[in-house]
C-alpha cells in the first residue's frame, strides 16, 4: 500500500532525523526480494521495516522475517500490514543496540533492508563486526556509498576494504529517486555482499589488520612509507623496510593496495613487533577498531 496514505491515515510525517524515505515500487521491491535469493526455511532480519511494503514481499517468500523498527510510530501501521502473516515477528528498538543473535538465535540468516544513509556505515559494521553474521546482506544504500564499497585496488578505501575483508560486495540494481517518499535528493542501489565463513585474508587478528588499514590511509596522497610510519609512529627507514618485507613497493600510495597486500603488511608488522605504539594494538577491543575503520555516520544524503 502507498506509504503515504498509510502515514497520512495514521496522520503522520516522515521523520528527518531518521532518515525516513520509504520505498514503494513494487517492481524494485520484487527485485530486492529475487536478489536475496530467499528459501522457504529461510531467516530474514529486516532492519527498518517503515510502513511494511518490502516486508510484505519478504514474508510472501515464505521465509521467516524478523523485522527490527526503531520508530514506534510505525508499530500499528506494521501491525495493520503485516497481520496475517504468521511468518513475520516485528521487534521494536534499535538496531544497532541488538546483537544479532537475540534476534535470531543460532539460525542461518539473510539481511534485507533499505538502509538510511546516515546510518549505512554504522550498520555495516554492527553486522559485519558481530559474532554471529548473516549469510548475506542486500541492501538499498545512497549509489555513490556502494559504488566505494565495491572499489578495486586503485581506487580502494577504508569502507571497501572492511566491508571486502568479511566478504564479496555487487551492485545488484541502480534505483531511481522516483520510487522512494518523500523522494530524495541522490540515487540509490541495491548492494549485495556475500558473507564468508572466515575474512577472505589471513591476518594475526582482525585488529590488528584495521589498525594497520587506518594508519595506512591517515594520509591521503602519501607515499605509504611516509602515512605508514606516521600511523604507527614509525621512522620513515623502519616503515620502508616493513613494506620491502611485506613485498610492496614503500612509494605506493594506501589505495592502490589490494586486501592481500594489507595483510602482508599486516603479518610482518606483527612478526617483528614493529614499534612500541603497533604492539598495543592488539590490546584494544577488535569491534573499536573495526568501527573507526567504518567512520562515523553521515547525515548527508537521504532524507
Known amino acids: 500500500m502507498n506509504p503515504k496514505y498509510l502515514m497520512d491515515t495514521f496522520g503522520l510525517e516522515p521523520k528527518k532525523s531518521l532518515g525516513q524515505n520509504f520505498l514503494h515500487d513494487p517492481g524494485v521491491l520484487e527485485k530486492i526480494v529475487s536478489t536475496a535469493a530467499l528459501r522457504p526455511e529461510d531467516t530474514v532480519l529486516e532492519i527498518g521495516p517503515g510502513t511494511g511494503a518490502l516486508t510484505v514481499h519478504l514474508a510472501q517468500s515464505g521465509a521467516r522475517v524478523v523485522a527490527v523498527e526503531i520508530d514506534e510510530r510505525l508499530l500499528p501501521i506494521l501491525e495493520r500490514q503485516l497481520g496475517d502473516f504468521q511468518n513475520v ?17 543460532d539460525e542461518d540468516y539473510v539481511v534485507v533492508a533499505n538502509l538510511p544513509y546516515y546510518v549505512t556505515s554504522a550498520i555495516l559494521q554492527h553486522m559485519l563486526a558481530a559474532s554471529h553474521k548473516p549469510r548475506r546482506m542486500v541492501i538499498t544504500v545512497q549509489q555513490e556509498v ?3 564499497i565495491v572499489a578495486r585496488p586503485g581506487d580502494l578505501n577504508v569502507l571497501a576494504i572492511s566491508v571486502q575483508f568479511y566478504g564479496t560486495p555487487r551492485i545488484a540494481a541502480r534505483v531511481n529517486p522516483a520510487v522512494f517518499w518523500p523522494r530524495p535528493d541522490v540515487a540509490s542501489a541495491v548492494l549485495v555482499v556475500d558473507i564468508c565463513d572466515k575474512p577472505v585474508v589471513d591476518v594475526p587478528s582482525e585488529a590488528d589488520f584495521f589498525k594497520v588499514v587506518r594508519a595506512g590511509f591517515g594520509q591521503k596522497r602519501k607515499q605509504l612509507k611516509n602515512s605508514l610510519g606516521a600511523g604507527l609512529s614509525l621512522t620513515h627507514a623502519a616503515a620502508e623496510e616493513v613494506l620491502i618485507s611485506a613485498g610492496i613497493d614503500p612509494s605506493r600510495r594506501a589505495e592502490t593496495l589490494s586486501l592481500a597486500d594489507w595483510a602482508a603488511v599486516t603479518r610482518v608488522l606483527v612478526a617483528h613487533e614493529a614499534g612500541p605504539v603497533f604492539r598495543p594494538a592488539r590490546m584494544e577491543r577488535s569491534r573499536t577498531l573495526i568501527a573507526s575503520a567504518f567512520g562515523k555516520p553521515s547525515r548527508n544524503g537521504r532524507g
Open 146 to 148: 556502494a559504488e566505494r
Open 89 to 105: 515477528k516485528l521487534v521494536h528498538g534499535d538496531i544497532l543496540e541488538i546483537e544479532p543473535d537475540r534476534l535470531v538465535g
